[in-house]
């Protein structure tokens, strides 16, 4: 790769064919080993790769390769990173960001799309694609009063769901997220088929006002516990100990789960934290902002007294985000009050599609087989 790009810059004078050459020989981005080179085509002041891994410049320039219209970028990306990124194009003082064009490969978010590159040694996992011999479950809407308004859920019902058995519960932040971008009705279809969790009833909840209600506010606190929990109960034959129900979110959704487990000790006992928004005093009010102040306020309650809510729980963050401090900061305190903890990292950022990676970890340890399972 760095003979080819030489090569353009030795050639002197403007030689699109010789560029197209170059393009057509290659798969963007190029991954070597550690190395990958992004590349660009086209008229231009400036070019960057804008990327989200925490401790690198968020914008790093391209450099024009000789007197050609192709830009090129070479970086180190350890092994089995997987980077989310846009290019932005500058060009008669407009700035621009857009997909790179050479790279067919795609993230979806609710916030938009990236492009996506995957270093040697990151794979996607098989089982986050649908599996023809997994029976799949099924998902119905439910409306649940609240003093607040009414409420729905779509709750997951495995397959062969049965009124003979009783079932584990999971309530999961931001649900219709996860089923997007998360790909998570598959991976429960896929995991369930291959017995590596239960079949499970999951309540898929979607907030009308995220960032005030996953914010440790105890309405919310109030209505997982008092009144999901209980209506679901009702409902679908679930097993009725905390033992079988569990919490679930990411990023302020994480935040949302242990704050209600924490406000209501004793009714959820596994949580499985991703990406949690953790900010606290030292780091939270220099860094974040004042919509982390409801954040920083529980978090900093928490790590005084945190109590025992819930018997396990699950932690995952990418190395490439902001809040990779906040979630080490908390095994340890975790540990000390004797619940089971477990914490995995990849090198990734703040994703779904990190999110979706950890799944099958996460799941499979706090729901481990199909021993949950109980016959009336």
Known sequence: ???????????????PAAVQAFLDGHAFPVVEDTRVTFAYRGAADAVRLRHWIYGLPSSMPLER??????????????HGSRLEYKLEIEAGGQRTLIMDPLNPLVSHAPMGSNSVCHATGYETPEWVARDDEARPGELEDVSILDPAGERRVTVY???RFRRSRRY???VVHDGEDYLRFAALKTVLDNLIHRLEIPSMVVALTQSPDRLREYADDPAHARFLAERLVPHLERRYPLVAESSGR????????AVASLSAAWRHPGRFGRLLLQSGSFAFTDIGEQRRGPLFDPVVKFVNAFRAEPGNPADRIFMSCGMYESLIYENRSMVP???????????????DGHNWESWRDRLREGLSWLFPGPLWLVYE
Not at 71 to 77: A, D, M, N, Q, R
Request: hydrophobic share 50%; aromatic share 6%; glycine share 12%.
């Open 65 to 78: 390769v000789g007197r050609t219209d192709l830009w090129c970028l070479v970086i180190e990306l350890p």
């Open 157 to 159: 019902l495995p397959a």
């Open 168 to 170: 584990p519960l999971l």
């Open 246 to 253: 569990g919490l679930m979110g990411a990023s302020f959704g």
């Open 333 to 347: 305190l975790l540990q000390a009050t004797g619940m089971e903890i477990r914490y995995a990292e990849a090198r």
């Open 1 to 15: 790769m760095t003979l080819a790009i030489d090569a353009l810059r030795r050639g002197g004078a403007v030689d």
